[in-house]
């Protein structure tokens, strides 16, 4: 069975920091590409991040690259996503996904975890 388990969301305060974590089951997690993706509150799903399936290459969203740093353990099956200086815009369910190449368009993904709740206050 195919699972992508997200954690490590909460609460925190603006300025503060968040490592999330995406744990892969039931596939080959380093034949394939991992990206993070959030959801505000009654807003599309937007691309965050993707890590090329070695670590080796990573793209973030403007939004967010001088802010996010994502990583991957091929040897735990888990991926990262730190998100420092956290703003209020942060506020999203995170979402990591499973896809064969690096894409920023989620259409283009196989498989979803089911996402963890961030909150930011100010």
């Not at 998100?83 to 990591?96: E, F, G, H, I, Q």
Request: aromatic fraction near 12%; include cysteine; charge should be neutral.
């Amino acid at each position: 069975q195919i699972q992508l388990v997200e954690s490590g969301g909460g609460s925190v305060q603006a300025g503060g920091s968040l490592r999330l974590s995406c744990k892969a089951s039931g596939f080959t997690f380093s034949d394939y590409a991992m990206g993070w993706f959030r959801q505000p509150p009654g807003e599309e799903r937007e691309f965050v991040g993707t890590i090329s399936w070695s670590g080796g290459r990573t793209d973030y969203a403007d939004s967010v690259k001088d802010r996010c740093t994502i990583s991957r353990d091929n040897a735990k099956n888990t991926v990262y996503l730190q998100l420092n200086n956290l703003k209020a815009s942060d506020t999203a369910v995170y979402y990591c996904g499973a896809v064969k190449f690096p894409r920023s368009d989620p259409r283009e993904y196989d498989y979803w975890g089911q996402g963890t709740q961030v909150t930011v206050s100010a």
